[in-house]
């Protein structure tokens, strides 16, 4: 392969990506408005007509996609408890890629049955019981989700010695059902990858399909898969490396987009302190969070309400009021461009806030508890403190005059002592947005795709 192609069609752009493989570098990038209610090839031609205005006409050896085109793929997972199967499978959910709907627990009631027919997933991820553990339950939902009139795969991943009862009970009723391995085989155990595999597979057979890609997948040289799998994908081989090319050791991702702020970090997340124990699941070393109601448009509002209006007044400079005033203009009219001093002034407050809203939610948290043998630390998620690595990417914050300002929100804030945010960070810039290209060339060349996200990634220096 000598020229590749590496093409993300998104909820709003489709972006196209030229990668030299010979020369391990990049040749340039584009992107368009995604055609979704048309035709998605009307999009991508038009974003490869201004990718050849910069490169010039390229023949391509491969091409490669991913996508989050129409709601990208909606996920509802059912488990038992909910700090345990239905935490497990709202995890696996979110590293396959998915935009997480609902998370049910216990049993399903006819009210939840309407709610799903309701949400219309286009999977739904059926978990509950450690293996050998509780069998009733996961059964019953299974029931209640056969008597849904509602068309969508079924992927059942709990209690084993309950898996062919629900098989059964869902074929039966003319669902399409995959069973594979229990999230959760023994208590505080935690098994995604099986259930993330099988999401996949039902991605690139039925998703593409339906979401009217099919078309543009026989273009396609490569398997397609979710947009934000494929930037973890990018994030994992980064932070680890390949056998030839170092990684960068662990880190976390940001990307604020207008709709929803997805944070990633690559981390065991293991106590640092001393006297610190963890509470609740092991969290898995590529984790990913999404903040639905936080984005720098659709959900402008979600930040305000997270934060505080005083805070994007006090931020931004603008008059509680006046902020107010142009919250609300870009929340109707999503398309509104910064191109005044005062709606810079906002997305500036906006992008600092998500910022820190985002990784402040996706870190962990530490608790002092009394014991008989004294002061002990409850620690509940990860510990990001000794992280040094920090990327900051969206389209929002690639335009950004004031990156490193933006970029402080993601560490660790005196006023909040309980969070374990990374307390000294390098921050990075995926300015010319290629995380998603990397991830999918990860796929085939991930040699090449760690040396090209090296060379991409802007520093801005050591931020404390």
């Known amino acids: 392969m000598k020229r590749v192609l590496l093409i993300d069609f998104g909820s709003t752009y489709t972006k196209v990506t030229a990668v030299d493989m010979e020369e391990e570098r990049l040749l340039g990038t584009a992107a368009s408005y995604t055609t979704v209610e048309t035709d998605v090839n009307e999009g991508l031609a038009k974003a490869l007509a201004l990718l050849s205005e910069k490169i010039g006409e390229v023949d391509f050896d491969a091409?490669?996609?991913?996508?989050?085109?129409?709601?990208?793929?909606?996920?509802?997972?059912?488990?038992?408890?909910?700090?345990?199967?239905?935490?497990?499978?709202?995890?696996?959910?979110?590293?396959?890629?998915?935009?997480?709907?609902?998370?049910?627990?216990?049993?399903?009631?006819?009210?939840?049955?309407?709610?799903?027919?309701?949400?219309?997933?286009?999977?739904?991820?059926?978990?509950?019981?450690?293996?050998?553990?509780?069998?009733?339950?996961?059964?019953?939902?299974?029931?209640?989700?056969?008597?849904?009139?509602?068309?969508?795969?079924?992927?059942?991943?709990?209690?084993?010695?309950?898996?062919?009862?629900?098989?059964?009970?869902?074929?039966?009723?003319?669902?399409?059902?995959?069973?594979?391995?229990?999230?959760?085989?023994?208590?505080?155990?935690?098994?995604?990858?099986?259930?993330?595999?099988?999401?996949?597979?039902?991605?690139?057979?039925?998703?593409?399909?339906?979401?009217?890609?099919?078309?543009?997948?026989?273009?396609?040289?490569?398997?397609?898969?979710?947009?934000?799998?494929?930037?973890?994908?990018?994030?994992?081989?980064?932070?680890?490396?390949?056998?030839?090319?170092?990684?960068?050791?662990?880190?976390?991702?940001?990307?604020?987009?207008?709709?929803?702020?997805?944070?990633?970090?690559?981390?065991?997340?293991?106590?640092?302190?001393?006297?610190?124990?963890?509470?609740?699941?092991?969290?898995?070393?590529?984790?990913?969070?999404?903040?639905?109601?936080?984005?720098?448009?659709?959900?402008?509002?979600?930040?305000?309400?997270?934060?505080?209006?005083?805070?994007?007044?006090?931020?931004?400079?603008?008059?509680?009021?006046?902020?107010?005033?142009?919250?609300?203009?870009?929340?109707e009219k999503t398309d509104t461009l910064p191109e005044t001093e005062e709606l810079e002034a906002l997305d500036f407050a906006l992008a600092s806030l998500a910022v820190k809203v985002g990784i402040t939610r996706h870190a962990g948290r530490v608790e002092k508890v009394y014991t008989p043998v004294g002061e002990t630390w409850l620690q509940e998620g990860k510990d990001l403190t000794q992280v040094k690595k920090a990327i900051i990417t969206g389209g929002s914050l690639i335009h950004a005059k004031q990156i490193e300002k933006i970029a402080r929100g993601v560490l660790y804030d005196f006023a909040d002592p309980s969070s374990l945010k990374p307390k000294q960070a390098e921050i990075l810039l995926d300015k010319a947005y290629i995380l998603s290209a990397m991830g999918l060339l990860s796929q085939h060349a991930p040699d090449t795709a760690l040396k090209i996200m090296k060379k991409e990634l802007l520093s801005y220096g050591i931020e404390e």
Do not use: H, W
């Not at 739904?124 to 059964?139: A, E, V, Y």
């Not at 009970?169 to 505080?188: H, R, S, T, W």
């Not at 976390?252 to 690559?266: L, P, R």
């Open 63 to 331: 091409r490669y996609a991913c996508s989050s085109a129409a709601g990208g793929l909606k996920m509802i997972s059912c488990g038992l408890v909910p700090e345990l199967t239905a935490e497990a499978a709202k995890t696996a959910s979110l590293g396959a890629g998915a935009k997480v709907m609902k998370v049910y627990s216990y049993q399903l009631t006819e009210e939840d049955a309407a709610e799903i027919e309701t949400l219309q997933p286009d999977i739904f991820l059926l978990t509950g019981g450690t293996d050998g553990g509780n069998k009733d339950t996961i059964i019953e939902n299974a029931q209640m989700l056969a008597g849904l009139s509602a068309e969508f795969p079924i992927v059942i991943a709990g209690n084993r010695n309950a898996a062919g009862s629900c098989r059964r009970i869902l074929e039966d009723a003319g669902k399409q059902v995959i069973v594979c391995e229990n999230v959760m085989p023994k208590f505080g155990e935690l098994n995604i990858e099986p259930a993330q595999n099988s999401i996949r597979e039902i991605f690139l057979e039925r998703i593409i399909k339906a979401k009217g890609l099919s078309e543009a997948s026989q273009l396609i040289s490569g398997i397609m898969m979710p947009t934000p799998a494929a930037v973890l994908s990018a994030m994992e081989l980064l932070a680890k490396g390949t056998e030839t090319e170092p990684g960068l050791g662990d880190l976390i991702a940001v990307d604020v987009g207008g709709a929803t702020t997805d944070v990633y970090s690559m981390s065991l997340g293991e106590p640092s302190g001393v006297n610190t124990v963890l509470k609740g699941l092991p969290e898995p070393y590529a984790k990913r969070t999404v903040e639905g109601d936080i984005g720098m448009r659709y959900s402008a509002a979600g930040i305000a309400e997270a934060a505080g209006m005083t805070a994007v007044s006090r931020i931004s400079g603008l008059p509680e009021g006046r902020a107010e005033e142009l919250l609300s203009l870009i929340t």
